[in-house]
């Protein structure tokens, strides 16, 4: 225990896939399992540790977030909410996208939930055709395939456009 | 500022999607939940249709569960029906169609031992939050009205009958998903206590539903009028600290539903050990101050 709070003015480097470099304490850095693994298994903090998948504007954001919820103590959930809804708040679809990759790439499990929370509701109750144009996913079904799903589905279609 | 923008655009418009890898996919999927919605998606593309059934986490309104059930066993091969399989966590939300106003205060909660081991029903003529100058009024009436005891008691039947909807829900819902390990049961519109069964419970239960149906509501009433199978009590008003409100005219009906001989108070307690609000609290306190207002029904 003593350990850990001696250890807790420590920092560490990350350096974004653009090759920015940011400085985080390392009770911040504990926020992200993938770095709390590598702290654990001797890896030295004095290196640089890179993160080839997460560009700069990204991971700005993610250690905001981790800073925030590292420093809040736990008696602040109420706090903390507020802080999640306005951090994605008006976040466009891109950021929003980048974020929940880097979140399930580092392991942040809190801000992984609510970017899938976020997305998830964009894309409620919006019809199909809209949510594949909204993601830009390609509609690989023939036309008949997509009957035939759309029959087996009916009564989820049921007063639905 | 325009060409980055453009840029920015186009990199939007070739990625989104594609990007996530399977298990991220899933992930919103599973925070999207709402079965309706779901199948939707199946016609989103043939990516989307392979991920759905993995899906672990549901979420089902009553107005759509028979159709979801009939479209279970129509269909065979494909589609969302015999994919299920592997659904572990189902998180039910029914929808109750009590003929009340939505300030009619009252809640129920059911008590699992296996089986359904009873039902109790907690409703008061009015829940305000507690001022300071209320603090030390008392309640005058100490008698319950007959037609105000007839009401709660209409009240406490119909609760009743959504309990054993319940109990069907879960029954239907055992035999569909074998796999399961967890499940929740909420009201819409949060007049029953959440529901909660998993781990070891939850097999007891499946094993105990899956031999003996459960007996229909018809048969549940004729059970109740028995002699201490139901018990009703009646407080005139209850100052609730914790939750910061005052229950008046608060009336507490008790249905014991099995043979057991689990102890009716903490059968009680148990039923809204769920419940996040006051009526926790006020169980608590007919329980602790009032245990002798509770009395046979008949």
Request: one cysteine or more.
């Amino acid at each position: 225990m003593a350990s850990s709070i001696e250890n807790n003015n420590e920092k560490l480097t990350l350096k974004s896939s653009d090759g920015e470099e940011f400085l985080v304490e390392k009770h911040v850095a504990l926020q992200s399992t993938l770095l709390q693994n590598m702290l654990d298994s001797d890896c030295s903090s004095a290196d640089v540790i890179p993160l080839p998948k997460i560009d700069a504007r990204t991971l700005a954001l993610v250690l905001g977030y981790c800073k925030k919820h590292a420093d809040a103590s736990s008696s602040k959930q109420g706090e903390l909410n507020s802080f999640d809804s306005e951090f994605l708040k008006d976040m466009d679809m891109g950021a929003l996208f980048n974020l929940v990759l880097a979140a399930n790439f580092m392991e942040i499990k809190g801000l992984l939930d609510i970017a899938a929370q976020k997305i998830a509701d964009t894309i409620k109750d919006k019809p199909h055709q809209e949510v594949r144009e909204i993601f830009h996913v390609e509609n690989d079904y023939t036309p008949e395939e997509e009957a035939a799903v759309r029959e087996e589905n009916r009564w989820a279609f049921e007063g639905f456009p | 500022m325009e060409h980055w923008a453009k840029k920015k655009k186009n990199e939007e418009a070739e990625n989104q999607f594609q990007r996530l890898p399977d298990d991220v996919v899933l992930h919103i999927l599973d925070k999207v939940s709402d079965i309706k919605w779901l199948c939707r998606c199946f016609m989103v593309s043939k990516r989307f249709s392979s991920l759905i059934p993995r899906v672990q986490t549901l979420s089902v309104n009553s107005n759509i569960w028979d159709s979801f059930l009939k479209s279970c066993s129509d269909s065979h091969n494909e589609g969302v029906n015999n994919t299920h399989g592997p659904i572990r966590s189902l998180n039910l939300e029914l929808i109750s169609d009590f003929d009340v106003d939505d300030d009619s205060v009252f809640k129920w909660g059911a008590k699992f031992m296996a089986e359904l081991d009873s039902i109790t029903f907690l409703c008061a003529k009015s829940l305000s939050r507690m001022m300071k100058s209320e603090a030390d009024e008392d309640a005058t009436e100490n008698e319950i009205a007959q037609e105000e005891l007839f009401h709660s008691a209409k009240l406490a039947i119909r609760c009743l009958e959504y309990a054993f909807w319940w109990l069907r829900v879960l029954s239907q819902v055992f035999a569909k998903f074998p796999m399961l390990e967890s499940v929740t049961i909420t009201d819409w519109k949060n007049k029953g206590v959440k529901l909660c069964l998993g781990g070891e419970k939850l097999v007891e239960c499946r094993h105990i539903l899956v031999t003996k149906p459960p007996i229909s509501p018809k048969r549940g009433k004729a059970w109740w009028q028995e002699q201490g199978n139901a018990m009703v009590g009646y407080v005139p008003g209850l100052q609730l600290p914790i939750s910061g409100y005052v229950m008046k005219g608060v009336t507490i009906v008790y249905f014991k539903m099995s043979d057991n001989d689990f102890e009716a108070a903490t059968a009680m307690l148990d039923a809204f050990a769920e419940d996040q609000g006051p009526f926790l609290e006020a169980v608590v306190q007919i329980l602790e101050k009032h245990k002798d207002s509770i009395k046979a029904f008949f």
